[in-house]
Every structure is written in structure tokens, then in C-alpha cells.
Nanobody, 124 residues
């Protein structure tokens, strides 16, 4: 049984940093394209970043370059998303997702496995 478990969210102040974790079981993250999406109420999940099986990282054009960093720790079977200089508009539920297909990375339906999400609230 595949499980993706996100953690690390919570209440942060503008300007803070947060590192979200996604721990996998039932699959090896090294063998999957791993992505982070975020979702706010009433909206579709928004693609944030992906790290592919070759460890190449790519980011959505909608996230500021340099504030988001995706990484992977194969030995821990985990994927991470570091967000620096948090802004109130970063407030969302952040989801980890996994796929073996090379489809359009921003499409949620490409990903067969999803975690339950971790909430990040950025507020002063």
C-alpha cells in the first residue's frame, strides 16, 4: 500500500521559512517523478515544483524563482519543499504527489498517488 505523508506545515509569519516533508512508503521516491502542489479553498490544485527520477528540478512559472526549492533524500525515501521568505499568498494546503508517467507535470490527473496534505498559513 502506497502512502505519502506530508508534514511541516503550520502557522508562520511573513518572511519566515518552512520546510515541508513528504515521507513515502510502498514506493521508492527515487523511481518516481515527485511533485508538490498547493491548493486554496475553492480552487484546483496548483502545481508548484517537481523533481524527476533524474533529480532534475523544475518549478511552476507562477511561483517566484528562488523562494521555492524541491529536494529529495533517497535514503530517507522522502521529498522536501523549502519555501523561503513566506508571503501571505503562500497560504495553502500543500500536497505531495507521485507519478511514473512523463505526462504534463502541472496536471493533477497525471499523478496516481497523493498525500493528505499539510496546511501552511502565513499571517502576522
Amino acid at each position: 500500500q502506497v502512502q505519502l505523508v506530508e508534514s511541516g506545515g503550520g502557522l508562520r509569519q511573513p518572511g519566515d521559512s518552512v520546510k515541508l516533508s513528504c515521507e513515502a512508503s510502498g514506493l521508492r521516491v527515487a523511481n518516481y517523478h515527485m511533485a508538490w502542489f498547493r491548493q486554496t479553498r475553492g480552487k484546483e490544485p496548483e502545481f508548484v515544483a517537481l523533481i524527476n527520477r533524474s533529480s532534475y528540478a523544475s518549478y511552476s512559472d507562477s511561483v517566484p524563482r528562488g523562494r521555492f526549492t524541491i529536494s529529495r533524500a533517497n535514503m530517507k525515501n522522502a521529498v522536501y519543499l523549502q519555501i523561503d521568505k513566506l508571503e501571505p499568498q503562500d497560504t495553502a494546503v500543500y500536497y505531495c504527489a507521485a507519478t511514473t508517467t512523463a505526462g504534463p507535470k502541472a496536471r493533477p490527473d497525471v499523478y496516481g498517488y497523493w498525500g493528505q496534505g499539510t496546511q501552511v498559513i502565513v499571517s502576522s
